[in-house]
């Protein structure tokens, strides 16, 4: 039986009524709470000027008002030793501070990297005051196998072969210096460089009393780099006890080379009698004759 559209209208209509109070039911039993708001103050971090890069300046220009501009830096994020102005740097017409290492665009100028206001851009400016430059002669193994890179941290070590005789080995290894600063190796002193590779000799920056130390261990044993860890402390809490190795020398051996005997030559000698001269050879004591020589006298 098929409904007519005035029932279904109708059944339309009554199904809306019955949604609508429900719902208005529903929102009659909730009070009218004002929306709560939430505030959150975010802190605001001060800002400074920083000089920075503002074209490359190579190693060994001058760092002038003319290749740096300001940049406006968060406090946290300066480096140490930044410049605020560019007039702080202290660079002049008559006197100017070199780029010891090389800026690009962008990159902060610090006083650490420039070198002393008239001076030219040598090792001598990035040693601080008390320091001294000491270079040491290792190999491809004392070298940290080419590892260490200027700019580096790495202990000493100390090795002298105390043995009394040419047969024993008593070895004694120390820690001489701890947390040194390398300086160059051979003759790359760039702490920007990133390419490992083996050396001959490592410059250090140890004070006058520690290049002392290791002009005296250099005469007496071998010195040898020890790479530190860059999250590594300054010093060890305690000192480094020595650590003593003996052994015993294996002594060579010693080929004797025995020669040949000679073999005896025989002798001639001449025996006259009376007028008859005869030829007799004579062997040498070490040789045995064949057959006995008889002389028979003439009749």
Not at 243 to 272: D, E, G, H, L
């Amino acid at each position: 039986m098929r409904m007519t559209p005035a029932i279904s209208l109708g059944a339309s209509v009554a199904l809306g009524l019955a949604a609508t109070y429900l719902a208005w039911q529903m929102t009659k039993s909730e009070p009218n709470a004002d929306p709560e708001v939430t505030e959150i103050s975010l802190p605001v971090e001060n800002e400074v000027s920083v000089v920075v890069a503002s074209a490359i300046i190579v190693r060994g220009d001058a760092v002038t008002v003319d290749n740096v501009t300001v940049e406006r830096w968060p406090e946290s994020k300066a480096p140490y030793g930044y410049f605020t102005h560019g007039l702080e740097i202290g660079s002049n017409e008559y006197a100017q501070r070199l780029a010891l290492t090389e800026f690009q665009p962008g990159d902060p100028i610090l006083d650490s990297r420039l070198s002393p206001l008239g001076t030219r851009a040598s090792l001598a400016g990035r040693l601080e005051p008390g320091f001294r430059a000491f270079t040491v002669r290792v190999d491809d193994v004392r070298g940290v196998a080419g590892f260490v890179l200027p700019g580096d941290r790495v202990d000493v070590l100390f090795t002298q072969d105390k043995g009394r005789n040419a047969r024993a080995v008593d070895l004694i290894s120390e820690v001489l210096l701890q947390n040194v600063e390398v300086l160059a190796v051979d003759l790359n002193d760039d702490p920007l460089s990133d390419e490992p590779r083996l050396f001959a000799r490592a410059t250090l920056s140890v004070t006058v009393e520690d290049a002392k130390k290791l002009s005296t261990a250099a005469g007496l044993g071998d010195l040898s780099l020890a790479l530190r860890g860059s999250k590594e402390p300054e010093v060890q809490p305690s000192p480094v006890p020595a650590t003593k190795v003996a052994a015993t020398r294996t002594t060579p051996r010693r080929t004797v080379r025995r020669s040949a005997p000679r073999k005896p030559s025989n002798k001639q000698i001449k025996v006259m009698l009376g007028t008859e001269e005869t030829e007799v050879k004579v062997p040498t004591a070490t040789e045995k004759p064949a057959q006995p020589v008889a002389l028979i006298p003439s009749s």
